[in-house]
């Protein structure tokens, strides 16, 4: 079982900045993909960012390219998302989540956490 916990959230402005850590208990996470959704007000929850355990490889949403950042601390057992110049749109609850492939649906999630971007 691997137990996963959110931080880093709250409310900012937009154009501004927040990092998001998922911290690990249970198992090490050196063996699992790791990844990010999330879910705004009426909506579907949705993929963010995902960095394989294979070899790092990282994968993100059109809507995110080029403004968030998705990394992994094994020897810290977390995974963070560096999210830079937010949009009101990026509002949401985010919730990291873990599986043991690279690939197909992900075991474990955490309860999620709170981002607003206010404009």
């Known amino acids: 079982q691997v137990q996963l916990v959110e931080s880093g959230g709250g409310l900012v402005q937009a154009g501004g900045s927040l990092r998001l850590s998922c911290a690990a208990s249970?198992?090490?996470?050196?063996?699992?993909?790791m990844g990010w959704f999330r879910q705004a007000p009426g909506k579907e929850r949705e993929f963010v960012a995902a960095?394989?355990?294979?070899?790092?490889?990282?994968y993100y949403a059109d809507s995110v390219k080029g403004r968030f950042t998705i990394s992994r601390d094994n020897a810290r057992n977390t995974v963070y998302l560096q999210m830079n110049s937010l949009k009101p749109e990026d509002t949401a609850v985010y919730y990291c989540?873990?599986?043991?492939?690279?690939?197909?649906?992900?075991?474990?999630w955490g309860q999620g956490i709170q981002v607003t971007v206010s404009s």
């Open positions: 989540a873990a599986r043991t492939q690279d690939y197909g649906s992900y075991d474990y």
């Open positions: 249970g198992r090490t996470l050196r063996s699992y993909a």
């Open positions: 960095i394989s355990w294979s070899d790092g490889r990282t």
